[in-house]
């Protein structure tokens, strides 16, 4: 008789007959559609595209005096190629750090700007790099330090955070204390 194991054994294989169907399909239409990227990658990717772009026309100028303003430092790196920006970086107070970037119109006039490499400027040498792109999530990665709670109080000279033959500026409590 056709009862249900026998109604059930058809179903698995008709179920397993389709799945082999589309396992041999799943290729063909993996290469017809286009590649469907998440939009803010995308637009990331493009950015970052347009950023090295920036970079292969830019340069690095360290050593840069701090009374020197943008119109001079232009000046300076005008016979290289026409200018496009110069940004002279400072710190939160308004200071110069003492150094500049200079961006062209022409990727040629970055060759021509290495060769300004120890010119002076306001009686100071100049350091002139190609300007590199940066790399996110390349910062370096620094241990946290540890804190007084978890510290033994014998611990070996090698592994004591205040370093051999120092002593800590507070001494741990000696009994248990529950107002913590």
Not at 94 to 100: D, R, S, T
Not at 124 to 130: D, E, M, P, T
Not at 134 to 153: E, I, M, W
């Amino acid at each position: 008789m056709g009862g249900p194991e026998s109604h059930d054994e058809h179903q698995i294989e008709d179920l397993n007959q389709r799945l082999e169907q589309m396992m041999e399909e799943k290729p063909k239409a993996h290469n017809d559609m286009p590649s469907v990227q998440d939009p803010a990658a995308a637009a990331a990717a493009a950015a970052q595209a347009s950023r090295e772009e920036v970079d292969s026309r830019s340069v690095f100028v360290g050593n840069v005096d701090y009374s020197c303003t943008p119109e001079e430092v232009q000046q300076h790196f005008q016979a290289c190629g026409t200018v496009n920006r110069v940004t002279i970086r400072s710190n939160k107070y308004g200071q110069p750090k003492g150094y500049a970037y200079v961006e062209f119109l022409e990727t040629e006039a970055v060759q021509e700007a290495l060769l300004l490499n120890e010119s002076e400027l306001h009686g100071r040498q100049l350091k002139v790099s190609a300007k590199r792109t940066n790399v996110p999530g390349l910062k370096q990665f620094r241990p946290r330090r540890v804190g007084f709670r978890s510290r033994s109080t014998h611990m070996p000279p090698y592994l004591c955070p205040y370093g051999y033959g120092k002593v800590p500026r507070f001494r741990m409590p000696m009994r248990y204390n529950p107002y913590y």
